[in-house]
Nanobody, 124 residues
């Protein structure tokens, strides 16, 4: 069982930046593909980006490519998401998730463990 705890959300103006973190309890953190998702009110959970167990491969959805950067530190069991040039439409609850699959599976059902989420609000 992997426990994931997100932090770093908050209120930011459009054009600003935030850095989200996800702390994992599992010492085998490096065995998992890790991803970031978000969910806005009334919408389905949306895949944003994933990173392979080694950090050598990443998979970004079009809407965040070039603005968001995922990274991981397997020695510290942490996952990060640097978000730049934020837009009001980025407002959502952001979740980190862990998958026992290799990178390339974007649907939420392919992820096995989830954090509780952190709210990001971008004002115009």
């Amino acid at each position: 069982q992997v426990q994931l705890v997100e932090s770093g959300g908050g209120l930011v103006q459009a054009g600003g930046s935030l850095r989200l973190s996800c702390a994992a309890s599992e010492r085998t953190f490096s065995n998992y593909t890790m991803g970031w998702f978000r969910q806005a009110p009334g919408k389905e959970r949306e895949f944003l980006v994933a990173i392979s167990w080694s950090g050598g491969s990443t998979d970004y959805t079009h809407s965040v490519r070039g603005r968001f950067t995922i990274s991981r530190d397997n020695a510290k069991n942490t996952l990060s998401l640097q978000m730049n040039f934020l837009k009001p439409e980025d407002t959502a609850v952001y979740y980190c998730a862990a998958a026992r699959r290799s990178i390339g599976y974007r649907a939420p059902e392919f992820y096995d463990y989830w954090g509780q989420g952190t709210q990001v609000t971008v004002s115009s």
